[in-house]
């Protein structure tokens, strides 16, 4: 299982959101590249990264900030945040970006999701981003009359190579993850799935360790590991038995 820490970006900073709310931005730092390096150091060699403007404006917003990264970070870069056109992701994978995540854009053009993954063979993740139930888009601004499990089902096929699964009402808020529903949904689905929102420290790590086999390909983490609540070498050594 794979321990992706995050690295979320606004305005160039290095930010955790509660709950997709960019007025409730906590803000870590402001060289991205120069965290990157400290969880490279720490033994990641995978790192996801949301461009949150981005996400908003339908477009990239800090570009520099991740080019910045894609420099530094000497392992696979993950990075969602409005990437809504062909020409941005095959930027973005010209750029050296090891995979791109596709939300938005996932439930309102899904022939669009297709013929990137067809373009590009396991680079393209798919976000399943939950409020109660329900696909939330446009940075989690809005929410869909789409259940995440009819959604994860419209790309089992499409060849795309996982799906990221976030429960936004736990996001940025030290919950815990939720577990009951990314096993739900890991079991539901053909394609692996990756958790996201609210982990708040080991035993996540190891609650969903357990469940590799069921489909879990990984957990991002980001709030737990600026708040110091998680250590990512432990977690990553935790990951690796899995």
């Known amino acids: 299982m794979i321990v992706f820490p995050a690295i979320d970006l606004k305005e160039g900073q290095v930010v955790r959101l509660a709950e997709g709310d960019m007025a409730r931005a906590t803000v870590y730092g402001d060289d991205p590249a120069a965290q990157s390096l400290l969880f490279a150091e720490a033994g990641a060699q995978f790192l996801h990264v949301v461009d949150l403007d981005g996400a908003f404006a339908g477009k990239a917003q800090n570009r520099s900030a991740v080019e910045a990264i894609l420099e530094a970070f000497p392992g696979h870069v993950q990075l969602g945040g409005g990437i809504r056109t062909p020409e941005a992701v095959e930027g973005w994978f010209n750029l050296g970006v090891s995979r791109v995540v596709i939300g938005t854009a996932a439930l309102k053009d899904p022939e669009f999701v297709r013929t990137m993954a067809r373009e590009w063979p396991n680079g393209i993740v ?10 939330a888009t446009e940075g989690w601004a809005e929410v869909s009359d789409v ?13 795309v190579a996982s799906l990221l699964f976030t429960d936004i009402g736990r996001d940025g808020l030290l919950k815990g993850c939720n577990i009951e529903a990314t096993v739900d949904l890991a079991r539901r689905t053909a394609l ?6 609210g982990v708040k420290g080991l035993d996540d790590i190891r609650l969903l360790a357990i469940h590799a086999s069921d489909g879990i390909e990984g957990v991002i983490t980001g709030r737990a590991l600026y708040d110091g609540r998680l250590d990512l070498a432990s977690a990553i050594q935790m990951a690796d038995k899995a």
Do not use: K, L, Q, T
């Open 126 to 135: 798919v976000a399943v981003d939950a409020r109660d139930g329900m696909v």
């Open 192 to 197: 692996p799935v990756i958790a996201s929102g």
């Open 147 to 159: 259940s995440i499990i009819d959604m994860a089902r419209r790309f089992e096929d499409a060849g």
